[in-house]
């Protein structure tokens, strides 16, 4: 059973000017494996996917930011084969397994100015 849909969309350069700055946002928001990732690979593109998949997720939920505000404990990360998913940590992880969300789906997509996510959860 569908618990919630969500999407996000945010402009690459955006997400890369805040990321840059020296004051904290990007350990704040995303975690030490999600920085290695994206400090190697085309980093403006994969961080403005990887904050656009956290703010869909968000919005699946139906309850954005009162779930908790952590966001590094939302966590992308790419399998094997490239494909990104979910995993939670934290007050995200404890609202998960209180509310039966057994399947997070995500897809990420990006162009070089525009990042989007989609996020679908699962009961």
Not at 16 to 40: H, Q, T
Not at 105 to 112: E, T
């Amino acid at each position: 059973m569908i618990v919630g849909i969500g999407i996000d969309m945010i402009e690459v350069e955006r997400v890369l000017e805040k990321v840059d700055r020296d004051n904290g946002f990007r350990e704040k928001v995303f975690s030490a494996g999600e920085i290695e990732f994206c400090e190697a690979n085309r980093k403006a593109e994969n961080y403005a996917a990887r904050f656009a998949a956290k703010e869909a997720f968000l919005k699946a939920t139906g309850l954005g930011l009162m779930l908790g505000n952590d966001l590094a404990k939302i966590e992308i990360i790419n399998d094997s084969n490239g494909k990104p998913y979910i995993n939670l940590g934290g007050d995200f992880k404890i609202h998960a397994e209180k509310n039966g969300w057994n399947i997070i789906h995500l897809s990420l997509s990006h162009l070089q100015a525009v990042a989007c996510a989609v996020v679908i959860i699962e009961r």
